[in-house]
């Protein structure tokens, strides 16, 4: 073994199964018998071995890598040559080639006989290179594309599996009817803005299709795609619909996700006869005519970017329906009776944004029955954390500096501060 085998050889054997952090002394050359072992160790498909300070790969140590299963991440690695690309091709598993920006048709034709998930998140689009990776079958992330031609586009189209092209900010028409054609799950994650055209086109894309950034929505065709895909529909960015949209939206019967920065009478009409749940993580405040609209809808309402809440209607609406955690880090200030609603969260609570606490609030926070997190907080009297004592849950105040010793003693194995 290599002068770094020891070393190296230890580090995997304590990282399997879970991400090596980025500290961990990593040689930037490996020998064969080191390769061995990390495959020889990572034979499960949950694997995962970063191996991102190599820099250098031969033949033979590249073959033996390529035995581990799982994801295998060499994302140091600058340049490939036509065999070590071979040999990496034969993984089974997510291969992470991050660092590469440019390979030969040759280079490229080879990797692409892998079958598995490849990430070449710095390729850039030259089209012998695409040509050689088209026929690659399996998920290929090529997210550090910033401009597709028609083309490109037209290559990539002939690739079977998904695909990632989520570095595109905009993208042509023409490119986009190349896309819509082919035979991947596509995603656009990074465009904001499409043309009606575009809209239109993508429309016509019959497998899944992804659009997280999208700001504007105006077409029906699009929202209906959208709509009816096997997944939850997260447009967590769009700012800007119509009725009509809107309407096709909330039929999706996974959930949906908006980027509306404020609801109106007429959109909470509309999303009150959504069954699924409702994600509003933009909107900062919802007036009170609003909520009396949504109030009698049954499915789960998260609202992470409020910052009021005064409500007690709207506190009950995000604390019912079976939430895996209500997360609040934005709200300054609630009263007893939102505070009583939010207590009857069957879930973990955090309220790290609130910096006072008055007795009321902690006795009705008190009957909250899990974990409840108040990191907001500085400073704490006798009487409510004699309050806050009564509740059944760890409590979470890491930035309590201003605390006596009888409160810290009432509040004994339910404070955590560090």
Request: net charge negative; proline share 2%; with cysteine.
């Amino acid at each position: 073994m290599g002068v770094y085998s020891i070393s190296w050889l230890v580090t995997i054997g304590l990282l399997i199964g879970s991400q090596a952090n980025d500290t961990a002394v990593i040689p930037d050359q490996l020998t064969i018998a080191e390769a061995k072992t990390i495959a020889e160790k990572n034979q499960s498909p949950k694997s995962f071995v970063r191996l991102d300070r190599v820099t250098e790969l031969e033949v033979s140590v590249a073959v033996e890598l390529a035995k581990s299963k799982g994801q295998l991440s060499l994302g140091g690695l600058t340049e490939l040559t036509p065999d070590v690309a071979e040999a990496l091709a034969t993984h089974d598993g997510e291969l992470v080639l991050d660092g590469i920006e440019v390979l030969d048709a040759e280079t490229a034709r080879r990797l692409g006989q892998s079958i598995s998930a490849l990430s070449l998140n710095k390729l850039q689009p030259d089209l012998a290179m695409l040509t050689g990776l088209a026929a690659h079958q399996g998920r290929l992330e090529l997210n550090g594309i910033a401009i597709l031609s028609e083309e490109a586009a037209s290559v990539l189209a002939a690739h079977r599996g998904g695909l990632g092209l989520n570095g595109l900010m905009s993208i042509s028409n023409e490119a986009a009817t190349q896309l819509s054609g082919s035979a991947n799950d596509l995603y656009l994650n990074g465009i904001g803005e499409l043309s009606a055209e575009t809209q239109r086109t993508l429309a016509k894309h019959d497998k899944l299709l992804s659009l997280d950034s999208l700001t504007k929505l105006t077409e029906e065709s699009l929202a209906a795609k959208l709509s009816n895909q096997d997944t939850r529909v997260d447009l967590s960015a769009l700012e800007e619909t119509n009725a009509e949209c809107l309407e096709i939206l909330v039929k999706n019967r996974f959930g949906l996700s908006l980027g509306l920065r404020q609801v109106s009478l007429e959109q909470a009409k509309i999303l009150a006869t959504s069954t699924q749940s409702l994600i509003l993580n933009r909107v900062a405040t919802m007036p009170d005519d609003v909520v009396e609209v949504l109030a009698d809808r049954k499915a789960r309402l998260t609202m992470s970017g409020l910052h009021e809440l005064t409500n007690p209607t709207l506190a009950r609406m995000l604390a019912t329906n079976r939430p895996s955690y209500i997360y609040l880090p934005s709200v300054k200030k609630i009263s007893a009776e939102v505070a009583r609603e939010l207590a009857q969260a069957p879930c973990n609570l955090v309220l790290s944004g609130l910096d006072q606490l008055s007795c009321d609030v902690a006795t009705e926070l008190a009957t909250h029955q899990k974990n409840l997190t108040l990191n907001g907080i500085a400073s704490l009297d006798e009487a409510t954390a004699q309050s806050l004592a009564q509740h059944k849950g760890k409590i979470y105040m890491r930035n309590l500096k201003d605390v006596s010793a009888e409160s810290l003693q009432l509040l004994e194995g339910k404070l955590v501060r560090d």
